[in-house]
Nanobody, 125 residues
Framework: QVQLVESGGGLVQAGGSLRLSCAAS????????MGWFRQAPGKEREFVAG??????TYADSVKGRFTISRDNAKNTVYLQMNSLKPDDTAVYYC????????????????????WGQGTQVTVSS
C-alpha cells in the first residue's frame, strides 16, 4: 500500500520551532517533487514549500523561516519550521507530485495526487 505519514506536529509558542516529517512507503519518490501544504479552519489548502531535484521553493509567507529537505534513502521529506507565528496554525499535509521528473515545484493542489493524513500545528501567542 502506497502511503504518506506525517508526524512532528504539536503545540508551540510563538517564536518556537517544529520539525515535520513525511515518511513515504510502498513506492520510491526520489524522482518526484514533494510538497507541503497547510489548511487552517475555514480556509483553502495552501502551498507552503516543495522540493525537487533542483532545490526548494517556498511560499512568501514562510520564506526565511521554513526549510524543506529530503532524505531519499529514507524516502522521507522534512519541514523545519522556525520563528513560528500564530498565523502558521493549521493542519499540515505532505503530498507527491502527479508528474515524475518535473524540474520545478508545482504550487497548486491539483498537481499532487497522493496525500498524507495531515498533522496539526498550533502556535500560541
Amino acid at each position: 500500500q502506497v502511503q504518506l505519514v506525517e508526524s512532528g506536529g504539536g503545540l508551540v509558542q510563538a517564536g518556537g520551532s517544529l520539525r515535520l516529517s513525511c515518511a513515504a512507503s510502498g513506492r520510491r519518490f526520489s524522482n518526484y517533487a514533494m510538497g507541503w501544504f497547510r489548511q487552517a479552519p475555514g480556509k483553502e489548502r495552501e502551498f507552503v514549500a516543495g522540493i525537487t531535484w533542483s532545490g526548494g521553493t517556498y511560499a512568501d509567507s514562510v520564506k526565511g523561516r521554513f526549510t524543506i529537505s529530503r532524505d531519499n534513502a529514507k524516502n522521507t521529506v522534512y519541514l523545519q519550521m522556525n520563528s513560528l507565528k500564530p498565523d502558521d496554525t493549521a493542519v499540515y499535509y505532505c503530498a507527491v507530485d502527479r508528474t515524475v521528473g518535473r524540474g520545478y515545484v508545482p504550487a497548486v493542489v491539483h498537481e499532487y495526487d497522493l496525500w498524507g493524513q495531515g498533522t496539526q500545528v498550533t502556535v500560541s501567542s
